[in-house]
């Protein structure tokens, strides 16, 4: 069974940084891209980023670029986001997802992790 | 705002049919194939269409996808208390480098 395992959230400052990870089991990981996705309290869904499965190619919305990174490690089935340039607005909980192939520019997202919550707030 | 446009809300009553409407470009919907999530209430994003009319294994054929140029919709048929939920419109956008695009999610009330 395929299981996504956001951690990393919390409480921290604006203009602070964080770093999210997303634990990956149940399928060969370095065969498929992954994504962030966010979803402000009592909001939709906004796509953050997105990663092909050798971090060759990668994606960003325009709310993020240049604040935040996306990698992977895929010794370690993991999924990074670094958050940096904290602001309020990116208060939201993260899932990661993952796409049934090798590219982020494709596909859907299919399954999606349970999210991990980020709030920033002094 | 939202790139992709969708009602913010629908119902309809057990077993009756409800449609929600997802409007967008020629860069997203008019170009590229559109997908549909299901959010219960409380729980992480599902996958409930792909492909503008593709089910995945586990999804009733009470649901369905259709495209016609820059839009899209998702058909429930027989309505149950269970749909009640979120759903949401996603397409991949070609323009300014290439993003992700949701619609701004509809609320699924079932009276």
């Known amino acids: 069974e395929v299981q996504l395992v956001e951690s990393g959230g919390g409480l921290v400052q604006p203009g602070r940084s964080l770093r999210l990870s997303c634990a990956a089991s149940g399928f060969t990981f370095d065969d498929y891209a992954m994504h962030w996705v966010r979803q402000a309290p009592g909001k939709g869904l906004e796509w953050v980023s997105g990663?092909?499965?050798?971090?060759?190619?990668?994606g960003y919305a325009d709310s993020v670029k240049g604040r935040f990174t996306i990698s992977r490690d895929n010794a370690k089935n993991s999924l990074y986001l670094q958050m940096n340039s904290l602001r309020a607005e990116d208060t939201a909980l993260y899932y990661c997802a993952k796409t049934p192939s090798s590219s982020w520019y494709r596909d859907w997202f299919d399954p999606w992790g349970q999210g991990t919550l980020v709030t920033v707030s002094s | 705002q939202s790139v992709l446009t969708q009602p913010p809300s629908a119902s309809g009553t057990p077993g009756q049919r409800v449609t929600i409407s997802c409007s967008g470009s020629s860069s997203n919907i008019g170009s590229n194939t559109v997908n549909w999530y299901q959010q219960l209430p409380g729980t992480a994003p599902k996958l409930l269409i792909y492909s503008n009319n593709q089910r995945p294994s586990g999804v009733p054929d009470r649901f369905s996808g259709s495209k016609s140029g820059t839009s899209a919709s998702l058909a429930i048929s027989g309505l149950q208390s269970e749909d009640e939920a979120d759903y949401y419109c996603a397409a991949w956008d070609d323009s300014l480098n290439g993003q992700w695009v949701f619609g701004g999610g509809t609320k699924l009330t079932v009276l």
């Open positions: 990663i092909s499965w050798n971090s060759g190619s990668i």
